[in-house]
């Protein structure tokens, strides 16, 4: 007996009826037996927006039915927005999610909640979901008696590489907090016992910035793969990173984007934060006619689909996928040439990266293996 898999992006819908998002890849997404995403926004009319909370919006807690309907039925809510508005916002998004039959992981109301797997069971196949949150303003991590996500904290060092040339660009190190890595691979460990299939989703990355993986995001997808998960999932930078096979274990270091709305107006171009953030991608023009503003290279994203059995996983494939300025998700068909421009991109990024996969055309998707 077998799973048919699929994965997409980051979602967060603003408009008037969510479920309009997936109307290009609702046919897709169908033909799988078991659907995961990443959202990005609070399902709430209610609570306070916290000072830390940078862009942010509420949701509309139709959403929930949206993802549920298209057979994304399991959702990562571990992410640097889960407590944008504090407290009632985290709750009434987990409350819309039950409510709407989607599972939740990655967030609760104490450590232990958040750090909990959700496991589905399909076709007598049983699958182990894992969700940590590398992207943290402050407090929003879960703690023995507060709400929020399950972390997996990093630190940063910054190297001095020419010690005689005073400012002159440093070197940039990064490693896992080592109390959060262990609790997510005893995690790994424990489902590793109870499923036929481990998937890790890891909200982490430099957002915006092309190629580059931080050190902490390999260490920890490596480290993952070696305590059991059998699929490392990546969210959060907005573009695509690289893919890699480790052990025979696929790896993406970003899925991107999927189905996000995000409108600009000029006060928000001239704002102190956002023009920070145009500083990590400095071709990035906003164009306030438009519903996805994102750099150049956030209208390329996946899908990414695979076989799950007892045997494990087989078959991973990549289904292309470009947004334009309706921020809709399409399907790339394979006599369009940008879905060569997608193939060459993941290649490129991955190659960049170093990570030894070479990304190959086959029929109407993408397979990666390892370089030879």
């Not at 020419?162 to 609790?183: M, W």
């Not at 909200?203 to 490392?232: K, T």
């Not at 480790?246 to 102190?272: C, P, Q, V, W």
């Amino acid at each position: 007996m077998t799973i048919n898999f699929i994965a997409v992006g980051d979602v967060a819908q603003d408009r008037e009826d969510p479920a309009t998002s997936f109307d290009h890849v609702r046919d897709r997404i169908g033909q799988a037996d078991l659907g995961f995403c990443q959202l990005e926004v609070n399902l709430t009319t209610r609570g306070t927006r916290l000072p830390q909370a940078r862009h942010t919006m509420r949701g509309d807690p139709r959403i929930a039915d949206a993802l549920v309907e298209a057979g994304l039925e399991v959702v990562s809510f571990a992410g640097n927005h889960c407590m944008d508005w504090g407290p009632d916002g985290l709750f009434d998004t987990i409350g819309h999610l039950d409510r709407a039959g989607a599972r939740q992981v990655g967030t609760g109301k104490t450590i232990d909640e958040a750090r909990k797997p959700v496991y589905v069971t399909r076709n007598d196949v049983t699958v182990g979901f894992i969700s940590v949150n590398s992207i943290l303003p402050m407090n929003y991590w879960a703690e023995e008696n507060r709400p929020g996500c399950a972390p997996l904290r990093a630190h940063t060092i910054y190297e001095q590489i020419e010690h005689d040339q005073p400012g002159t660009p440093a070197r940039v190190h990064t490693y896992s907090f080592r109390d959060d890595l262990e609790a997510l691979l005893a995690t790994i460990r424990e489902v590793r016992g109870k499923a036929d299939i481990v998937v890790l989703s890891h909200h982490a990355g430099i957002h915006f910035v092309p190629a580059v993986i931080p050190d902490y995001q390999r260490e920890v997808a490596h480290a993952a793969i070696d305590a059991g998960a059998d699929l490392v999932l990546g969210s959060h930078a907005h573009i695509l990173k690289g893919i890699e096979v480790y052990k025979g274990k696929t790896i993406a270091y970003s899925m991107a984007n999927f189905a996000i709305d995000l409108r600009m107006d000029e006060a928000h171009a001239k704002s102190k934060g956002f023009r920070e953030i145009q500083k990590l991608n400095p071709d990035w023009v906003p164009d306030f006619g438009s519903r996805y503003n994102f750099p150049p290279g956030s209208e390329m994203s996946m899908m990414l689909e695979a076989r799950f059995s007892k045997d494990g996983v087989s078959d991973v494939r990549l289904v292309p996928i470009m947004i334009g300025r309706d921020a809709d998700p399409k399907i790339v068909p394979s006599d369009h040439p940008d879905f060569e421009r997608i193939r060459l991109y993941l290649q490129s990024i991955s190659d960049r990266a170093e990570l030894g996969s070479t990304i190959s055309a086959d029929g109407d998707v993408y397979r990666v293996s390892l370089s030879q």
